[in-house]
């Protein structure tokens, strides 16, 4: 479902759009309650209609959702408009890891470092019983300030509950898988994205 800018999807305005991959479509926002822009994740109201691609699609934002740490992409919200499910979260500016590889190899050091904050993340994901279970370049991201960003937890597995208001599991039963197809095309999972401008 294609949206206009001006289009208001609660609080969030749309401003332009970004990207379109297999799961859907990727716009810029402004979130009018805090003030800043953020990402828009629209899927495609057929997608809605299938059960079994609406649930992997909440549950992967509720992954990436649980998850609270510098290096992994931050999940605001997660909503429906028109029919759509759509997941808000922090707007990204830079590039994937693979784009920046094309440009050449990363010295010594900064790849260290950029190794560095993965494995925090990652660590961060595991003491939630989380396992991403797809790392590639594609799905890391290097922001302008040299922030590495681990996107797209759609092949994330549980390997505990976990327990939400009144103990009952917020995500799925242990061992679960999440199997979700992936948005390489655009850059932009689960919301992020960069700014193509710059």
Do not use: C, W
């Not at 992997?56 to 609270?68: M, S």
């Not at 597995?157 to 939400?164: C, D, F, N, V």
């Not at 992936?182 to 193509?196: C, Q, W």
Request: hydrophobic letters at 40%.
């Amino acid at each position: 479902m294609a949206l206009t800018p001006g289009t208001r999807l609660g609080p969030f305005e749309i401003l332009d759009r970004l990207g379109a991959g297999g799961m859907g479509e990727v716009y810029r926002a402004r979130d009018s309650k805090l003030g800043r822009e953020v990402a828009v994740k629209v899927i495609p109201v057929a997608f809605a209609g299938d059960p079994d691609r609406l649930r992997r699609f909440q549950l992967e934002a509720r992954a990436a959702g649980a998850l609270n740490h510098p290096n992994i992409l931050a999940i605001h919200e997660l909503g429906t408009h028109d029919g759509a499910p759509f997941v808000v979260s922090e707007l990204l500016e830079g590039e994937t890891l693979r784009e920046r590889l094309k440009k050449g190899s990363l010295p010594p050091r900064k790849a260290a470092e950029i190794a560095a904050q993965i494995a925090r993340g990652l660590s961060a994901a595991h003491e939630k019983g989380i396992i991403h279970r797809d790392l590639k370049p594609e799905n890391l991201f290097i922001t302008k300030d040299g922030r590495a960003k681990i996107l797209d937890f759609g092949l994330a597995k549980l390997t505990r509950p976990e327990e939400g208001p009144g103990g009952l599991t917020s995500l799925v039963p242990t061992e679960k898988s999440i199997p979700m197809e992936s948005d390489t095309e655009t850059n932009a999972l689960v919301g992020a994205a960069h700014d193509r401008a710059s």
